[in-house]
């Protein structure tokens, strides 16, 4: 059975950094696209980036250039670095795996975590 499990979130004021990781259970992170997502109070869940199994990536236009996805083949994990935080990035953060297209699409995901929770205070 296929377990993802998130860490790294917290609280940090705007324009700081923070690291989350996905550790998953069995050998998914190559044969599957990888995508981070996150949900606001109130809103909906919000496509944040993605790696393909491929390796190539893909973010939303909120977060690119500031957040980086990446992928430890060996450790079965994958990391959202994200830099430059503002208040509009705070929510919980959640990892999954899927194989459908596009990877923006929350609902062509079959594994997710529990998620971590990201504040950002202004």
């Known amino acids: 059975q296929v377990q993802l499990v998130e860490s790294g979130g917290g609280l940090v004021q705007s324009g700081g950094s923070l690291r989350l990781s996905c550790a998953a259970s069995?050998?998914?992170?190559?044969?599957?696209?990888m995508g981070w997502f996150r949900q606001a109070p109130g809103k909906e869940r919000e496509f944040v980036a993605a790696?393909?199994?491929?390796?190539?990536?893909s973010y939303s236009d909120a977060v690119k250039d500031r957040f980086t996805i990446s992928r430890d083949n060996a450790a079965n994990t994958v990391a959202l670095q994200m830099n430059n935080l503002k208040p509009e990035d705070t929510a919980v953060y959640y990892c999954?795996?899927?194989?459908?297209?596009?990877?923006?699409?929350?609902?062509?995901?079959?594994?997710w975590g529990q998620g971590t929770q990201v504040t950002v205070s202004s």
């Open positions: 999954a795996a899927g194989q459908g297209l596009p990877v923006s699409n929350h609902r062509l995901y079959v594994y």
């Open positions: 069995g050998r998914i992170v190559t044969s599957y696209n």
């Open positions: 790696i393909y199994w491929g390796g190539h990536t």
